[in-house]
């Protein structure tokens, strides 16, 4: 009776197991960007209703997230909106769109344009209200980005400033919370995904993009290699990626996914 019992416990244990290898091999979870999420949540409810018995989790936290999530198995992919850094090693890179980082502020401000110099004074202090740059007198309410997020690098890198000269009004996390907060406030100033922002203008939200170093910054120069602070959006893996992994990345390359790239406000890399 205790033999027949041990193997029927045995029994129940092998099968939990193996619908548990199961159901870990019908899901994915992607952690990190804030810039890439959205876009990979358009291609992971896509690919779901493709493969019914697939679950994809989509999180985000900043690209330093996804790469620490990837290195340490957190996740089964990583989201980047940057290249990775030299100390970074053991992944994979797997570019599946182009975006740039653009200077936005409220519709109603009337500067059309500010100069490189202009933008590093306004966020290290020295500027302080928009008569001083040749708009209304009013306070400038600087918006910055919070540290992991690859906005920030990118943005303190072109501008050669360090995180700690900045004197933000308000810090924020992901694209969509810098472009309501310079929505609902005349006098500030962000910078955000070129194609989060162009997204949200198409959609009515009271916001304009400012051109860098004379360039518009757009899709359409993103696109033709003419703005100067692009970068690319990434998924990262480590060096053996599950076959499911290894499945959705190709997916996410392919031309069944480039016109969610398009309504994305991004440029499919070629």
């Known amino acids: 009776m205790f033999q027949r019992l041990t193997g029927l416990l045995l029994a129940v244990a092998l099968c939990l197991s193996a619908y548990g290898v199961q159901a870990a091999d019908n899901r994915l979870i992607l952690t990190g960007s804030s810039t890439v999420a959205p876009l990979v949540l358009e291609m992971a409810k896509r690919y779901e209703q493709q493969h019914p018995q697939v679950r994809i989790d989509v999180q985000t936290g900043g690209s330093t ?8 198995g957190l996740a089964h992919i990583g989201m980047a909106s940057r290249n990775l850094k030299p100390t970074e090693t053991g992944l994979r890179v797997h570019t599946i769109a182009i975006d740039g980082v653009g200077i936005i502020v409220h519709r109603s401000n009337p500067i059309s344009s500010l100069s490189n110099t202009q933008i590093i004074d306004i966020y290290t202090g020295k500027i ?3 008569k001083d740059v040749g ?47 310079v929505a609902g406030n005349p006098g500030a100033i962000g910078y955000v995904s070129i194609g989060a922002a162009e997204f949200s203008q198409a959609r ?14 757009s899709v ?26 290894r499945r959705f990345i190709a997916f996410a390359q392919s031309e069944a996914v480039a016109d969610l790239i398009a309504d994305q406000f991004f440029v499919v890399p070629r």
Request: aromatic share 6%; no cysteine; net charge positive.
């Open 135 to 181: 708009g209304r007198d009013l306070s400038i309410t600087v918006v910055n980005k919070a540290e992991g997020h690859s906005t920030l690098e990118l943005f303190l890198n072109y501008f050669a400033l360090k995180n700690s000269q900045v004197r933000p009004s308000i810090i924020i996390g992901d694209n969509e919370q810098g472009i309501k907060t």
């Open 65 to 72: 997230r996804g790469v620490n999530d990837t290195r340490t």
């Open 128 to 130: 302080r209200n928009w």
């Open 220 to 245: 359409a120069e993103v696109q033709a290699h003419r703005f100067p602070l692009a970068r690319p959006l990434n998924l990262l893996t480590g060096k053996s990626p599950s076959p499911l992994a």
């Open 204 to 217: 009515g939200v009271t916001i304009k993009r400012l051109p860098l170093e004379g360039v518009a910054a």
